[in-house]
């Protein structure tokens, strides 16, 4: 059974960092693409940035690869966020797909909220 745990969101202030983290279980993480996703008040949900199975490319949204950045580890992904803006505010979600990245991915954490305030 594919699970997927977010944990790391938060307050923070503008222009501060965060790391994010999904612990997964129940598949081979390389076997699977993965990555974070963000749903921000108003907007539609969509890609942060997206590990390709088999250590394949790394998809990142053009706005943000500047500040954020997944990686893989031992069983799970991190996403490193850096110079936060209040616009980042939403709640993140953990991934994964048989297949490949896209915003229908088969399996979904649960979230973890950030919220960039002063």
């Known amino acids: 059974q594919v699970q997927l745990v977010e944990s790391g969101g938060g307050l923070v202030q503008p222009g501060g960092s965060l790391r994010l983290s999904c612990v997964t279980s129940?598949?081979?993480?390389?076997?699977?693409?993965i990555g974070w996703f963000r749903q921000t008040p108003g907007a539609e949900r969509e890609a942060v940035s997206c590990l390709s199975k088999n250590n394949g490319p790394i998809y990142n949204a053009d706005l943000l690869a500047d500040r954020f950045a997944a990686s893989r580890g031992n069983s799970a992904v991190y996403l490193q966020m850096n110079n936060l803006k209040p616009e980042d505010t939403g709640v993140y979600y953990c991934a994964a797909d048989k297949m490949f990245c896209h915003l229908e991915m088969d399996y979904w954490g649960k979230g973890t909220p950030v919220t960039v305030s002063s």
């Open positions: 129940g598949f081979t993480l390389e076997d699977y693409a």
